[in-house]
């Protein structure tokens, strides 16, 4: 490893960041081509701002001229509390239980990024944490901080899938860390648990048929046989990650606290949720990933879930396929 690169990785672990690697900046053209034939079966559903100049995602040199490098972070959020399946309650995506990641991790992305500029005069950086034209997960291969696994989340072999990503694009140029390799081999776990099967070949994700997306991205009413297979989730999903044996291998709690579970998130109790004016609901998720939804989808994915179970699709309301272990 050079002086910088270790300088580099010194310091963002001084910051925080769970993992951290160097990628030479450049086109992606395998993962282009991958993204595109994604566009082009329309698994982005309604996103799409996913389609918007997908060349420029894939390639960073278009979004900051003189690039050279792309630096990788991961941040690990797993606390090792459980949904306790109660009645009447609801359950929301692990990464949702505590504060929002976006300013979490941008914020240490800022520091990081801060230390550059002054390290390397003259030089130009750009930070992203899930919300600019970047391929974050491809990177994170490039990288070497995991692999995406085959249901289209990063897998580190050290901590597992429990992570959040950022990079910085820098025209200074570190060494490069050698991408991380496929560890899936023969395991299809996450393909069969899928509740929705949304995850339609390896590595495939179809949007419009994952909670994740539906529970959060989509606007509007969600109708259908799919409604049968919420299995009380009412904001994004984890039963692919639940299921992956790298998580159950080697999760690791979080040494940072703002991820806990708030008081309430870990079995919200849908009447009450349910019943939350739009003050209730700001003030609850003030700071938290589940504003997102806003108030109307929250209020849908309880009413969907609040429904006992069309008995034809033979789905008991309580015990729905697709409950993680």
């Not at 992606?28 to 993204?35: I, P, V």
């Not at 806990?260 to 609901?281: C, H, I, K, T, Y």
């Not at 938290?288 to 034809?312: F, H, M, Q």
Request: glycine residues 10%.
């Amino acid at each position: 490893m050079s002086e910088s690169s270790g300088l580099l990785k010194k310091k963002a672990a001084e910051l925080g960041f769970s993992k951290v690697g160097v990628a030479a900046a450049g086109a992606l053209a395998e993962e282009g081509r991958k993204l595109n034939a994604w566009l082009n079966r329309g698994y982005h559903a309604s996103m799409s701002w996913m389609a918007r100049d997908p060349a420029k995602r894939a390639d960073p040199r278009r979004v900051l001229e003189g690039v050279r490098s792309v630096i990788s972070v991961a941040v690990n959020y797993y606390t090792p509390e459980k949904h306790p399946r109660q009645t009447g309650t609801g359950k929301i995506s692990r990464y949702a239980w505590g504060d929002d990641y976006h300013e979490i991790v941008t914020a240490r992305l800022d520091e990081l990024q801060q230390w550059l500029l002054e390290n390397y005069p003259g030089s130009n950086a750009r930070r992203y944490v899930d919300t600019g034209p970047v391929m974050e997960k491809s990177w994170a291969q490039r990288a070497g901080i995991g692999w995406l696994g085959k249901h289209a989340n990063i897998i580190t072999q050290d901590i597992g899938s429990w992570v959040f990503l950022g990079e910085i694009l820098t025209t200074v140029e570190f060494e490069a860390d050698l991408p991380a390799t496929d560890h899936c081999g023969t395991c299809s776990l996450c393909i069969e648990a899928c509740p929705t099967h949304a995850i339609v070949e390896p590595y495939v994700v179809d949007s419009g048929r994952c909670l994740s997306y539906l529970t959060i991205e989509h606007r509007g009413p969600i109708t259908g046989g799919i409604v049968n297979d919420f299995d009380d989730w009412i904001y994004g999903c984890d039963v692919c990650q639940d299921v992956c044996p790298w998580n159950e291998k080697f999760a690791k709690p979080s040494n940072d606290d703002r991820f806990a579970p708030r008081s309430g998130n870990l079995a919200p109790v849908l009447e009450e949720w349910g019943g939350m004016d739009q003050a209730e609901f700001s003030k609850r998720f003030k700071g938290s990933p589940v504003k997102r939804t806003k108030l109307a989808g929250l209020k849908r994915n309880i009413d969907i879930v609040k429904v006992p179970a069309d008995p034809r699709a033979g789905k008991p309301a309580s015990h729905r396929k697709g409950h993680a272990p």
